[in-house]
T-cell receptor, first 115, second 109 residues
Framework: DTAVSQTPKYLVTQMGNDKSIKCEQNLGHDTMYWYKQDSKKFLKIMFSYNNKELIINETVPNRFSPKSPDKAHLNLHINSLELGDSAVYFC??????????????FGPGTRLTVL | GQNIDQPTEMTATEGAIVQINCTYQTSGFNGLFWYQQHAGEAPTFLSYNVLDGLEEKGRFSSFLSRSKGYSYLLLKELQMKDSASYLCAVRDSNYQLIWGAGTKLIIKP
């Protein structure tokens, strides 16, 4: 039943480690997103893919690398984790990304804590 | 730069009506969204406006004035479960969603 799922839900790790977060949607949507929500609750877009093609690539450190093996999956790999990477990361999907509703459906979030 | 302004926090009483305002300055406009986010949960879609006027959906309504760069979300017959953050987001000329920081709504009995 789950529309957009992310794993893991919680991730606690040491500075300098490399980690991945996985995201899958079963809605048949063409577009997927990664957001970072910091302690001030501000949602910041990081990446967006449409049919496996990168369409939004915001100014994020190149330690963050998205991978979309197919249009139902968008994974996020983070190298050399830093304290400032601690946040909640949300995956989302939408039918399309241009005109019209294209409301975004969000996954439950991954709370990343870097020690 | 692009900017979305919302009040940080509002308090209202159960059963009452509350209006949450959002003003925006973006490069182009292709629609405005309101999302609800309960503490510790993901945002969920509430409403979408692309033309001026009021969109009503049950207890929730959203209004848009493109000439004024202004929207509001109106919540009627407030319930305790409406305690949440309400996020305003505008889709710009590049079809990218620009998000406000959200308004935390506290409902008191």
């Amino acid at each position: 039943d789950t529309a957009v799922s992310q794993t893991p839900k919680y991730l606690v790790t040491q500075m300098g480690n490399d980690k991945s977060i996985k995201c899958e949607q079963n809605l048949g949507h063409d577009t997927m997103y990664w957001y970072k929500q910091d302690s001030k609750k501000f949602l910041k877009i990081m990446f967006s893919y449409n049919n496996k093609e990168l369409i939004i690539n915001e100014t994020v450190p190149n330690r963050f690398s998205p991978k979309s093996p197919d249009k139902a999956h968008l994974n996020l790999h983070i190298n050399s984790l830093e304290l400032g990477d601690s946040a909640v990361y949300f995956c989302a999907s939408s039918q399309g990304w241009r005109e019209g509703y294209n409301e975004q459906f969000f996954g439950p979030g991954t709370r990343l804590t870097v020690l | 730069g692009q900017n979305i302004d919302q009040p940080t926090e509002m308090t209202a009483t159960e059963g009452a009506i509350v209006q949450i305002n959002c003003t925006y300055q973006t490069s182009g406009f292709n629609g405005l969204f309101w999302y609800q986010q309960h503490a510790g949960e993901a945002p969920t879609f509430l409403s979408y406006n692309v033309l001026d006027g009021l969109e009503e959906k049950g207890r929730f309504s959203s209004f848009l004035s493109r000439s004024k760069g202004y929207s509001y979300l109106l919540l009627k017959e407030l319930q305790m479960k409406d305690s949440a953050s309400y996020l305003c987001a505008v889709r710009d000329s590049n079809y990218q969603l620009i998000w406000g920081a959200g308004t935390k709504l506290i409902i008191k009995p």
